[in-house]
């Protein structure tokens, strides 16, 4: 007797295994997606000019500059849907700043839940 023996048979149907009321369209195709759509825009929601917008807001772009760097690029990178990155690199390709920004599930123990955070992976960073 084989402890898997019956794992890849489905005794019922697929319709069996979800109910409509706990899955949504929106749910679906974010969960189903086959699309590569995310290369275009960071996180599939800003673009490059955006992000920028944003850094400049921030200030991240003086503190360069106040560093002695007064040319640079900006360079957005999504690896996946859930894992992009951020490079500024000056004129030479170096890197100046990297951040690794992910989506993830984080738990919330006070509340009792779990929400869909963005954060920074910093030890990848």
Known sequence: ???FSDSDKMGSSFKDLLSEDE?????????????RHFE??????FSQEEIKAMLSQANIFQKIEERGY????????AISEFDNRIYIRNLK???LVH??????????NQLGTTYKMVYIDWLLS
């Open 23 to 35: 899955l949504d369209l929106i749910d679906f195709n974010h969960e189903f997606t086959s699309a």
């Open 93 to 95: 390709d170096e890197v």
């Open 40 to 45: 275009k825009s960071f996180f599939g929601l």
């Open 70 to 77: 007064q040319k640079y690029k900006l360079e957005i990178e």
């Open 1 to 3: 007797m084989s402890i």
């Open 99 to 108: 951040m690794r920004l992910k989506i993830g599930q984080l738990p919330l």
